[in-house]
Nanobody, 118 residues
Framework: QLVESGGGPVQAGGSLRLSCTAS????????VGWFRQAPGKERDFIAD????????TYAASLKGRFTISRDNAKNTVYLQMNNLKPEDTAVYYC?????????????WGQGTQVTVSS
């Protein structure tokens, strides 16, 4: 089970750090990613990280403002979000998949709401 935390209200230009932890297992041999879904829109990929080698992938439009990282000791993946904009308002989801698998067959958290006000 994946659990996200760290969401909430923030003013435009502010920052938030989201956390994703897994209960009962480690992320070893998994890729862990962050997605978001705004009201009335599809769920979009933000970034992912390979737990084993730390390689990261980003959506081009968000690279530079959003940073994904991991803490092996805490078995936690983070999403640092800077210079937030009202259009970043969405429910943010953490997901984990086999390193060579697909997100559709992975595990998903319940999501955490991020609301950016202007």
């Amino acid at each position: 089970q994946l659990v996200e935390s760290g969401g909430g209200p923030v003013q435009a230009g502010g920052s938030l750090r989201l956390s994703c932890t897994a209960s009962g297992r480690t992320f070893s041999d998994y890729a862990v990613g962050w997605f978001r879904q705004a009201p009335g829109k599809e769920r979009d990929f933000i970034a992912d990280i390979d737990w084993n080698d730390g390689r990261t992938t980003y959506a081009a439009s968000l690279k530079g403002r959003f940073t994904i990282s991991r803490d092996n000791a805490k078995n936690t993946v983070y999403l640092q979000m800077n210079n937030l904009k009202p259009e970043d308002t969405a429910v943010y989801y953490c997901a984990a998949r086999d390193r060579y698998g697909s997100w559709s067959r992975g595990s998903w958290g319940q999501g955490t709401q991020v609301t950016v006000s202007s």
